[in-house]
């Protein structure tokens, strides 16, 4: 990669993108092979917000390569309690660590703070914004799993405010992907990301129920819905029940259907789905660790 | 060991529990010399309550024998609070780690998570239920000063609800060893530990005070009353002074009595005990780290 | 050093600052180089406070050592919550660590608890107290960008209750330095930190305004002002702005001028300052490493 921050994955060319697969692929064969890459390198991890997989993964993924972590800790024992400035925060852990992982709750924030550093800055989730390395790791297990050419996605879900599905359905424009769209009406793609794929020679399509498209799909991506999202709990009851998924819904779809998630699921996806050989949500959270070596190993 | 998981001390043998202890004195003897034991091995900490001394002597060990630790952290910075299942939690970190120390409030919870797993899982306490390296750590450090047969031991405290104590009594019947506890009347062992204890085969007997039985003594271990088992304070104040320690209360005890305790104390042991040689709280506390060094070493 | 402890900066003598200022230096010079010099030693961090800088500094450090730390976590998910004392707590630690950093809110803390342990204790700063590691780092820091005798130094801010100033001030007693102190009247230096100064044959003035004195420094060291300080917003209003720096209030300093702050600022230093070569705030926290790597390795 060419890039010394990992802000968006907008930033990622096709090329760049295998690039992080081929190395990933490579760490995922032989996961324990790694410990001599960066002996003593330090990645400072700086969490605005909750995090397990994202964090914890982080950490594996520098730990395996033979680098350490050294934790900011939660916001509320942190000197940003004091009123300190995200800018300042990050020019201060610059000089402890070479490498910042950042989540944020304000979109932008990853951007506005890469400004300020000279170390490697990975955007890990900022609000509403980009998640790159979550996107990354989606690319990997649908190639794994499917192939990255010549597929039919579902995406399903919360498709208004999911940075994951934003993310992710712009960098399938990368690839000959055709993708559809599964929502409630309330929760449907932002005309803007709809521009944006639009303009980038998608082939989109929308759908309100995923019985019509399910059949032709080679992967489903299923997201949560918050019920928080909707003004009143009857018309959160309403549609609900028709974006999850269990054994059932799964008899008219192919008997090699990949599903993901991004996890932490609450209902979407029934436990009894668990089992089957489609569910691949865990290796997907799984995945998080050798995709995150291959970013770090390019960096560092 | 043939177990994967270390859930119980119920499920250790005697030999069991003897390869433990044996390994663990190894570790002890030069504590700086396992650094090559597993080098870049992980060990995921998934505590859902506070913990100091297990959680940084599992830290420790670990460490200790090359390897390092992901730390999912407060439970309240994690997707837990997203409404995460455990079952799905540890199924993410398995994914990240070559073993699972897991603590919850819950009873049970560890057999269940178990379950869910392909790394080994060790159990550092599950509510009321069990915390089987505490135990291994009691019977390491009852072995290194009292030896664990032919021994005459003393259980005082809370006897109802702490799970140290029936942990540790169930281990003992593997030991020709003689029990004694000692509680106030509302805080007997539980008629079922009581019952377990004799199909084992154990010499149990209980009292309502420690003068009658102290001066018999070779280890007495002492455990906390809280206050808040009592409906009311004047119950609590009747009976709490009796089951507390001092320089005074040991004049009638045997010169070499053990005594223990598994932190963290509040008044049960009088500060002035302290620089006797009998307080072996601290290294009882200590001894947690060789004990989970050799449990580690031999599940890695 | 001969010191076994680190509590204040007042044990330090000019030899021994020396001393730790240039082995600071050589890791300075090339911190990746000492990976080899402490490899497996564990540094536990006890912080009953949050920290951002001073916590992951010392982490730095330890692990640029080739060691690693074991942290206790916040308090609130420790033993402390249950009722621990603060001798049983490091008690224990010491049982887990090579050495201990510790952060209390209670002054003499540091003191109390080093008399528990027999392993080397940093003080990480005691409430009021002290904070030592911050002084060395200080100095470091003013030795780098001005040298430490012949130099004028002004300290402004907070001079009442900062215990950052009071350790600074105390320690530059050892070098050939001129001391200006500027505060509104209400913060000015406690009248037995003035006398101890005196004492030690420091040259000290006071100003109630920087205009009269800023020409004149080689360092400017400020500090925070706290609102809560004052009894009512409208007496804060009167004196606050008069003891923050802009670009414009630099315009009769000297070129050279040197200005320090610990961080983390609000609004003392204007942002615009930062990109003048005379802000040496981050670099002073960035000195943070280093100079704790010479005080671990020297105690280790």
Known sequence: MRHDHIITAKQLSREDIEAVLDRAAEFDADPGAALDRHPGKLLALAFYEPSTRTKMSFETAIKRLG??????GPVEYSSVKKGESLADTVRVIEGYADAIALRHPMEGSATMASQFVDVPLL???DGAGQHPTQTLLDLYTIREQAGLDDITI???GDLKYG?????LAHALTNFDTRQHFISPESLKLPRNVRYDLHEEGAQVREHDSLDEILPELDVLYVT???RERFPDENEY???AGQFTIDVETLESADDDLTIMHPLPRVDEIDPAIDDLDNATYFEQAHNGVPVRMAILD???
Do not use: E, F
């Open 154 to 156: 579902g995406i399903m």
């Open 237 to 239: 009851q309403k549609v």
């Open 67 to 72: 680098g350490d972590v050294i934790d900011m």
């Open 298 to 300: 390019m960096l560092l």
């Open 123 to 125: 955007n890990a989730g």
């Open 163 to 167: 940075r994951t599905v934003h993310s």
């Open 224 to 226: 949560r819905i918050q």
